[in-house]
């Protein structure tokens, strides 16, 4: 089995809308048809991982200079800012039967490093309270509970800050 890790481009459209499918109930899930705008706008801000032909995992979300993660970003592609400050991160995903393997650490971890490359000051993300504990493991710090009722759900934000050089 070989596995790849790479950035995206709109031919990988059915293949994130699929995982995504699998990984979230559907009121959480981003559609196709989100997916179609962000991928138009930063495919570069997508990192994927295939198990030979097979897309397993993948990791998305815009760059901006405002520092909290909004639910509008979500679908306004248009409010990517490729000098932004901050990387957001909408998604971590892996298909159920491949989790466990490290597969989400991976490319958290790859993102971590090209925002760090491309001189932004950190990433922000949310999350349900059950995840805290598996990203403060990458450096993430819970700054409590968030504005987004993305899917009716309480999210929490995290934020990893680089430290100035
Ligand atoms: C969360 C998710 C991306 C992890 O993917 P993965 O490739 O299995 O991740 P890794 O192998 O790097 O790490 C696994 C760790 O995830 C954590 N984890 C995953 N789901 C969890 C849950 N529901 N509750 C608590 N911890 C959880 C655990 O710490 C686990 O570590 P363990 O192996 O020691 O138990 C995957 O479970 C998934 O796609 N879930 C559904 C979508 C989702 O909730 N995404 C997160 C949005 S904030």
């Known amino acids: 089995m070989r596995r790849v890790i790479r950035t ?5 459209l059915s293949d994130i ?11 959480e899930a981003a559609s196709s048809e989100d997916f179609k705008k962000r991928l138009l706008v930063y495919p570069e801000h997508f990192v994927l991982l295939y198990e030979d032909d097979r897309l397993v995992s ?10 909290d993660l909004e639910d509008i970003m ?7 800012d490729p000098e932004g400050k901050w990387q957001m991160i909408f998604g971590v995903n892996t298909i159920p039967s491949c989790r466990k393997k490290g597969y989400a650490g991976m ?12 001189g932004r000051e950190g990433l922000v993300l949310t999350c ?3 995840l805290i504990s598996y990203y403060s493991k990458f450096g993430f710090v819970n700054e409590g509970l968030s504005s987004s009722f993305h899917g009716g759900v309480i999210w929490y934000q995290m934020r990893l800050t ?3 050089k």
Do not use: N, W
């Open 107 to 118: 490319l958290i971890h790859k993102l971590i490093d090209m925002a760090r490359e491309q």
């Open 58 to 67: 993948f990791v998305d979300g815009m760059v901006t200079d405002a520092p």
């Open 8 to 12: 995206a481009t709109i031919d990988d």
């Open 17 to 27: 809308a699929e995982v995504e499918a699998l990984c979230f109930p559907a009121a």
């Open 74 to 80: 979500y679908e306004d592609a248009s409010l990517h």
């Open 162 to 164: 680089f430290d100035k």
């Open 128 to 130: 349900k309270e059950e």
